[in-house]
């Protein structure tokens, strides 16, 4: 079975650019979230979709969106990007919302701005 | 302070050793508590899953919970040098939707 899948896989933009990072989750899985790492530390939330729609969000600005499809693949789009953007963006799904199924998260998008 | 927190080493043993790991956490509220491997440039990888307090074990692995401490271990018997990477610890209220992670925690296991 394909885990999750994320595209690209390393990417580099120029500061006030935008950029759009992808997301397949696990077949059957209905819900994504999307984390960043930055070197040297954990995982900081940015959003969960859940049946296409927004469960969660973490402290990023505005400048960070992203969207659920119907088949479940995701989307984060991030706008005027600025050097601390530069960062691990991973993806992670699961059979439901919260702890109970556990994430499976993708091998990430490096994402380095200039 | 952080919501958790975790030394991030790095952390070097021998082949053979016990590699004993650790976080605290402020939210009392946490209820579930994972344990995930990472390593370098690659996704985090789930090892270890626990609700509550009490022990789980799996094969090498076994994972505390004290939540009355707000404390928690992974313990890895018999390290191999595959299990060089980086050590996550991640806890969640439950039905919530967030994991908070601590920073990571650098194991080197010297063949």
């Known amino acids: 079975d394909a885990g999750v899948t994320q595209s690209p896989t390393h990417l580099i933009k120029t500061r006030g650019q935008h950029v759009t990072l992808r997301c397949s989750p696990i077949?059957?899985?209905?819900?994504v979230s999307w984390y960043q790492q930055v070197l040297g530390q954990g995982p900081q939330f940015i959003f969960q979709?859940?049946?296409?729609?927004?469960?969660g969000r973490g402290n990023f600005p505005d400048r960070f969106s992203a969207r659920q499809f119907p088949n479940y693949s995701s989307e984060l789009n991030v706008n005027a990007l600025l050097l601390g953007d530069s960062a691990l963006y991973l993806c992670?799904?699961?059979f439901g919302t919260g702890g109970d199924y556990g994430y499976t998260f993708g091998s990430g998008t490096r994402l380095t701005v200039v | 302070q952080k919501e958790v927190e975790q030394d991030p080493g790095p952390l070097s043993v021998p082949e053979g050793a016990i590699v004993s790991l650790n976080c605290t956490y402020s939210n009392s509220a946490f209820q579930y508590f994972m344990w995930y491997r990472q390593y370098s440039r690659k996704g985090p990888e789930l090892l270890m899953y626990t609700y509550s307090s009490g022990n789980k074990e799996d094969g090498r692995f076994t994972a505390q919970v004290d939540k009355s401490s707000k404390y928690i271990s992974l313990f890895i018997r018999d390290s191999q040098p595959s299990d060089s990477a980086t050590y996550l610890c991640?806890?969640?209220?439950?039905?919530?939707?967030?994991?908070?992670f601590g920073a990571g925690t650098t194991v080197t296991v010297r063949a």
């Open positions: 077949s059957g899985h209905k819900s």
């Open positions: 991640a806890m969640s209220v439950g039905n919530d939707y967030k994991l908070s």
């Open positions: 979709y859940y049946e296409k729609e927004e469960r």
């Open positions: 992670a799904s699961s």
